[in-house]
């Protein structure tokens, strides 16, 4: 088989009208008019708005090319689209080569008897309007979903957030979102390769099962080239089903071990020949779901070599609402960030697209388990039988895409639906009841059965493990908990329970004021309740929800930067009270995959890393409670008991309640220290014990009573030290942020040796360093700190106009 790109020489413009602009491929419509100046910054204030009225039109996309001749010669000639995005017509030299209508395909079409050779032909491609085409649809079939989506969503194979999310904006954007190809075959091609791991007797045997699409009846056979991590290399010939691999290096996720990746080739030969060949890196592990009945239920964990781990991470979505400005770089920037801050994880939601071939090449490397989601998303479908050809062929072509990725945890069937629909949301009639059982709990499973049987499969996120069996029961299989936000509940409520597995729970805060102005430059926009801030929030009411939290928990911010830093204060301890929990009660919860990491625009939202890839206080916070080894304290005051001050029968219990977590496969030998602090930081009392934390637990330590500490005045700090080696650390108060009397910390620094060295002089909650462009990645951030010193490393950013605050300059 042989390839010819073609990305040369396009220009795109609506569809028989205006002059033709050039163009990018792979690009989308909306990318290439502002890369020509005909759009205005579709993030900018409200131009959404105009944005979203260009996709009531057609496009056109066309380049010549001259066909290779070595591509010319051979028995087919396919035109292979990797993504359509998404009504799509395609023509060659003025002749329909045929029609595109899932931007989740791969689209390949036989062009051979259509191409000219040794002279100019042309590729044409008219992408349709997704506003009409949605529009008619409903009109027929009014299908529903969710609200924040536009009428009609669910009858386009095209990712749903583009319609609009409780955090996307209404961009439905078109275009050749991947390359496109010529390819050449003669007798045959490689279609895919199947391949099982066996582990047993310290060996892995891998069976290889080479699929082909073939021209004509003549036979191929194959060899099989393996090269391991330090670049050694064994041949197999005469078309081996099975080759063993003697002392293996297994893949481990992050946290566990190495990522060693082996790379396997097959070259397939037609008569000696050299026809094709498929060369991917593999990861030697076996990874499943443990489900088995235990004394809470049953336990729901991600196996990988026979160890139950705790899955730690949070929700991917598309990274921009423009696909064109994706690219393998920007993934990488995004998970290498996800690997600094101690994830072991990630869910790839249902509402996006299958993300590209890299994303999960990146993912193998950094050891981030993946939850593939497929795309679907809180809508009910009406399974017409086109509908179900089209996504049949959906699922099998990324089945094939992605089985041989090391980091592929599970497929699940959807987002949110099997819950929904449980409780009726969007069901206008019973077929749409029976078409679910049959997407999720026949077609998908029946084509997993097919072609990745190896892979675990879960029915739906949240789920219990179908058949509408109690979705979101909290002592079986995984839970989404929106009562602490959506809820309006308190950080404490997550205390109360006990999941098996946490795969979206989430709080949202404000972006970097930085990041906020690349949406306005007007000083009265600076107003989380403006216009154009109400804008780029897209969770109804959600600012003030924000500010309801904040009066609970903080004094009143009387600058614009100040709400920003708090809201971002509240994001990060709300998930924090979760996943400390969590942790805190490992065997019984085995997950906490926070909803989000990240953005596709400039907005207000639950990531914890925004659209400008700047950090929230959020991530920092992740990357102390993912620690590896790390120390929690679950306390009790004012903000875990429902007490009024005010009230003549008050009384409030003031404890602690230490707790070490080792998600580690070894022993760890540690210090666990702690102290009663004053509002300066001196040293009260100060108690030290040695303690053996097991691998894969976690250790309680006694319950200390304080009944004598003044909450207002009085803190406790503690500390997990390795050998004398300070590890994790944190505070706790007994009060209210807002009832606490702080003392000036007179927070200053210097920069040194790619250091920053903060100094304070009293106890200083929640140290916030900003440097002018607020782009900062430091190895800590947004922590508590004793009077003293503390030394923080450079990761990126140049620390110049540094600012210092802490809670202490709110209000």
């Given at each position: 088989m042989v390839t010819q790109m073609l990305q040369d020489n396009f220009r795109m413009r609506r569809l028989e009208e205006g002059e033709w602009l050039p163009a990018i491929v792979p690009g989308t419509v909306y990318t290439d008019l502002l890369l020509n100046g005909e759009m205005e910054n579709p993030f900018w204030k409200d131009n959404e708005e105009q944005a979203l009225k260009r996709m009531e039109f057609d496009y056109e996309y066309s380049t010549m090319f001259r066909v290779d001749s070595v591509v010319y010669e051979k028995e087919r000639v396919l035109l292979r689209f990797d993504g359509l995005d998404t009504i799509a017509d395609i023509y060659v030299n003025g002749e329909l080569a045929g029609q595109a209508y899932n931007m989740h395909r791969i689209w390949e079409f036989d062009v051979k008897k259509l191409l000219n050779p040794g002279q100019d032909n042309e590729l044409h491609v008219v992408l349709h309007s997704?506003?009409?085409?949605?529009?008619?649809?409903?009109?027929?079939?009014?299908?529903?979903?969710?609200?924040?989506?536009?009428?009609?969503?669910?009858?386009?194979?095209?990712?749903?957030?583009?319609?609009?999310?409780?955090?996307?904006?209404?961009?439905?954007?078109?275009?050749?979102?991947?390359?496109?190809?010529?390819?050449?075959?003669?007798?045959?091609?490689?279609?895919?390769?199947?391949?099982?791991?066996?582990?047993?007797?310290?060996?892995?045997?891998?069976?290889?099962?080479?699929?082909?699409?073939?021209?004509?009846?003549?036979?191929?056979?194959?060899?099989?080239?393996?090269?391991?991590?330090?670049?050694?290399?064994?041949?197999?010939?005469?078309?081996?089903?099975?080759?063993?691999?003697?002392?293996?290096?297994?893949?481990?996720?992050?946290?566990?071990?190495?990522?060693?990746?082996?790379?396997?080739?097959?070259?397939?030969?037609?008569?000696?020949?050299?026809?094709?060949?498929?060369?991917?890196?593999?990861?030697?592990?076996?990874?499943?779901?443990?489900?088995?009945?235990?004394?809470?239920?049953?336990?729901?964990?991600?196996?990988?070599?026979?160890?139950?781990?705790?899955?730690?991470?949070?929700?991917?979505?598309?990274?921009?609402?423009?696909?064109?400005?994706?690219?393998?770089?920007?993934?990488?920037?995004?998970?290498?960030?996800?690997?600094?801050?101690?994830?072991?994880?990630?869910?790839?939601?249902?509402?996006?697209?299958?993300?590209?071939?890299?994303?999960?090449?990146?993912?193998?490397?950094?050891?981030?388990?993946?939850?593939?989601?497929?795309?679907?998303?809180?809508?009910?479908?009406?399974?017409?039988?086109?509908?179900?050809?089209?996504?049949?062929?959906?699922?099998?072509?990324?089945?094939?895409?992605?089985?041989?990725?090391?980091?592929?945890?599970?497929?699940?069937?959807?987002?949110?639906?099997?819950?929904?629909?449980?409780?009726?949301?969007?069901?206008?009639?019973?077929?749409?009841?029976?078409?679910?059982?049959?997407?999720?709990?026949?077609?998908?499973?029946?084509?997993?059965?097919?072609?990745?049987?190896?892979?675990?499969?879960?029915?739906?996120?949240?789920?219990?493990?179908?058949?509408?069996?109690?979705?979101?029961?909290?002592?079986?299989?995984?839970?989404?908990?929106?009562?602490?936000?959506?809820?309006?509940?308190?950080?404490?409520?997550?205390?109360?329970?006990?999941?098996?597995?946490?795969?979206?729970?989430?709080?949202?805060?404000?972006?970097?004021?930085?990041?906020?102005?690349?949406?306005?430059?007007?000083?009265?926009?600076?107003?989380?309740?403006?216009?154009?801030?109400?804008?780029?929030?897209?969770?109804?009411?959600?600012?003030?929800?924000?500010?309801?939290?904040?009066?609970?928990?903080?004094?009143?911010?009387?600058?614009?930067?100040?709400?920003?830093?708090?809201?971002?204060?509240?994001q990060a301890d709300a998930i924090r009270y979760g996943v400390e929990h969590f942790r805190r009660n490992r065997g019984r919860c085995m997950g906490a995959i926070y909803w989000q990491l990240n953005d596709c625009w400039p907005v207000a939202s639950w990531a914890s890393i925004d659209y400008c890839q700047r950090w929230k206080a959020l991530h920092y916070y992740a990357k102390r409670f993912f620690s590896p080894c790390m120390i929690s304290c679950e306390e009790e005051g004012l903000l875990t008991q429902d007490a009024d001050m005010n009230r003549q029968h008050y009384h409030i219990e003031k404890s602690i309640h230490l707790n070490v977590a080792n998600e580690t496969r070894e022993d760890e030998n540690v210090t666990v220290k702690w102290q009663l602090r004053d509002a300066g930081a001196m040293v009260l009392r100060e108690e030290s014990r040695e303690i053996m934390v097991p691998a894969l637990t976690s250790v309680w330590l006694d319950k200390e009573e304080l009944p004598d500490v003044d909450m207002f005045t009085e803190y406790v700090s503690y500390q997990l030290m390795k050998n004398g080696e300070l590890i994790s650390e944190g505070t706790v108060i007994f009060s209210l942020p807002k009832y606490f009397k702080y003392q000036d910390p007179q927070l200053t620094c210097r920069v040194e040796n790619g250091e920053i060295i903060i100094q304070s002089k009293t106890y200083a909650k929640n140290v916030e360093i900003l440097n002018q462009k607020e782009d900062l990645i430091l190895s800590d951030n947004y922590f508590d700190m004793n009077a003293g010193e503390k030394r923080i490393k450079i990761i990126s950013g140049k620390p110049d106009k540094l600012r210092l605050r802490s809670v202490y300059d709110i209000g």
């Open positions: 997704p506003l009409q085409y949605i529009r008619e649809a409903f009109e027929k079939s009014p299908t529903r979903g969710s609200e924040d989506a536009m009428d009609g969503f669910v009858h386009i194979r095209k990712a749903h957030c583009m319609f609009g999310w409780d955090w996307g904006a209404h961009l439905p954007d078109a275009g050749i979102f991947r390359p496109v190809r010529l390819i050449g075959i003669d007798h045959a091609r490689i279609d895919s390769v199947y391949i099982t791991q066996i582990h047993e007797n310290g060996k892995v045997r891998l069976q290889i099962r080479v699929e082909e699409d073939k021209c004509d009846s003549v036979s191929t056979t194959y060899e099989v080239k393996v090269t391991d991590p330090d670049g050694n290399c064994w041949d197999y010939e005469n078309s081996p089903d099975e080759i063993t691999i003697e002392e293996p290096r297994l893949w481990w996720p992050n946290g566990y071990g190495a990522q060693d990746l082996y790379e396997l080739e097959v070259i397939q030969k037609t008569g000696g020949t050299e026809t094709d060949s498929w060369k991917r890196r593999i990861g030697l592990r076996t990874m499943t779901m443990h489900i088995e009945k235990d004394q809470w239920g049953s336990c729901f964990a991600h196996q990988v070599n026979g160890i139950s781990i705790f899955a730690m991470g949070a929700d991917y979505i598309p990274e921009d609402h423009l696909l064109g400005r994706v690219n393998s770089k920007t993934t990488r920037n995004l998970l290498e960030q996800c690997k600094s801050a101690n994830f072991n994880a990630i869910r790839v939601w249902g509402g996006g697209y299958y993300p590209e071939d890299w994303f999960y090449d990146i993912c193998d490397e950094l050891g981030l388990v993946v939850w593939q989601d497929f795309m679907f998303a809180c809508a009910v479908y009406d399974l017409t039988p086109e509908f179900e050809a089209n996504i049949r062929q959906e699922f099998t072509d990324n089945i094939k895409r992605l089985r041989h990725h090391a980091s592929l945890g599970l497929w699940c069937g959807n987002n949110e639906m099997e819950l929904f629909v449980k409780e009726g949301n969007w069901v206008s009639r019973h077929s749409e009841v029976r078409d679910y059982f049959l997407m999720y709990e026949r077609i998908i499973p029946e084509l997993l059965k097919e072609y990745d049987p190896n892979t675990f499969y879960w029915p739906a996120s949240p789920s219990s493990g179908g058949s509408f069996d109690e979705p979101n029961d909290p002592n079986r299989g995984d839970v989404h908990f929106w009562e602490v936000w959506h809820g309006n509940k308190p950080f404490s409520e997550y205390r109360r329970h006990y999941f098996r597995y946490a795969s979206e729970f989430g709080f949202q805060s404000f972006p970097s004021v930085k990041t906020i102005e690349t949406i306005t430059d007007d000083p009265r926009d600076m107003n989380i309740f403006s216009y154009v801030m109400e804008k780029h929030q897209r969770n109804f009411g959600a600012n003030g929800k924000i500010m309801k939290y904040l009066q609970q928990t903080y004094r009143y911010p009387y600058s614009f930067e100040t709400v920003i830093y708090a809201s971002q204060l509240l």
